[in-house]
């Protein structure tokens, strides 16, 4: 049973920073391209950032460029968001998904709340 356990979300004030983590029980983890998905109340599920097989193979949302690092760790099976400068507008469940050219996983998904 594949699982992808998301960790680190949590209560923020806005201009905070917050590090998401997501530990995948994949043995070919290295052959997944990862990301990093969210869904806030009553909007749709979005894109926020993915990685492919490197470090050097990142792309983001624009709403999240310049303030959101991902990056991956083969040797751990990881893939974490380093999430700074924080807005109300980030507040969301954040799902980490697992992707290659025939199987699709994701995990249970962790909660972001930035607020005063």
């Known amino acids: 049973q594949v699982q992808l356990v998301e960790s680190g979300g949590g209560l923020v004030q806005p201009g905070g920073s917050l590090r998401l983590s997501c530990l995948a029980s994949?043995?070919?983890?290295?052959?997944?391209?990862m990301s990093w998905y969210r869904q806030a109340p009553g909007k749709e599920r979005e894109l926020v950032a993915h990685?492919?097989?490197?470090?050097?193979?990142?792309s983001y949302a624009g709403s999240v460029q310049g303030r959101f690092t991902i990056s991956r760790d083969n040797m751990k099976n990881m893939v974490a968001l380093q999430m700074n400068s924080l807005k109300d507008e980030d507040t969301a469940d954040y799902y980490c998904k697992a992707d290659s050219l025939t199987r699709h996983y994701w995990g249970q998904g962790t909660q972001v709340t930035v607020s005063s």
């Open positions: 994949l043995s070919d983890f290295h052959t997944f391209v």
């Open positions: 990685i492919g097989f490197t470090e050097d193979a990142t």
